[in-house]
């Protein structure tokens, strides 16, 4: 059974936000026991994303969002979900859609996408969830 200690869960609202939260995401690792590097990129993806959610999913209308996220670290693997209200997008199709001979193009996305094992996008009763896993 997972310990409540193994989740940590945190709304985002604007990015002031994002960078306490990627820092809280990365010393709640830490605290863990993840090593620096997985506690880093975790913190980073979730940035990431988040930012460019708050970036380009706020402002497209006059609704209220957020972006919850949530991190459960077990033995062998990190889960992060990202959930906002947001215009429907899937990251893992704009990446497919977007593939660029330039390493500055989409550096975010690209700079996950080699950090996790896995990602995978569903959009569910009109909310984008996205799911990273980090093996550890």
Same mark, same amino acid.
């Given at each position: ?5 193994? +989740?940590?869960?945190?709304?985002? =609202?604007?990015?002031?936000? =994002? ?8 010393? /709640? ?10 506690? %880093?990129?975790?913190?980073?993806? +979730?940035?990431?994303? +988040?930012?460019? %959610?708050? $970036? ?12 919850? +996220? ?6 062998? $693997? ?10 429907? /997008?899937?990251? %893992?199709?704009? /990446?497919?859609?977007? $593939?660029?001979?330039?390493? %500055? ?6 700079? =996950?996408?080699?950090? =996790? ?20």
């Amino acid at each position: 059974a997972m310990k409540s200690s193994d +989740v940590l869960e945190m709304s985002i =609202v604007d990015m002031n936000t =994002v960078i306490k939260s990627s820092e809280d995401i990365r010393q /709640f690792c830490l605290s863990k026991g993840l090593s620096d590097r997985i506690s %880093t990129q975790l913190s980073l993806c +979730v940035e990431e994303i +988040v930012a460019n %959610t708050i $970036k380009h999913g706020f402002t497209h209308d006059d609704h209220e969002h957020n972006a919850d +996220v949530r991190l459960i670290v077990d033995e062998d $693997k990190c889960v992060i979900r990202i959930r906002d209200n947001c215009i429907g /997008f899937d990251p %893992t199709n704009y /990446f497919e859609l977007h $593939k660029s001979d330039s390493p %500055t193009d989409h550096i975010g996305i690209r700079m =996950v996408m080699k950090m =996790v094992n896995e990602i995978d996008y569903i959009n569910s009763l009109g909310l984008n969830n996205l799911y990273m896993i980090i093996n550890r």
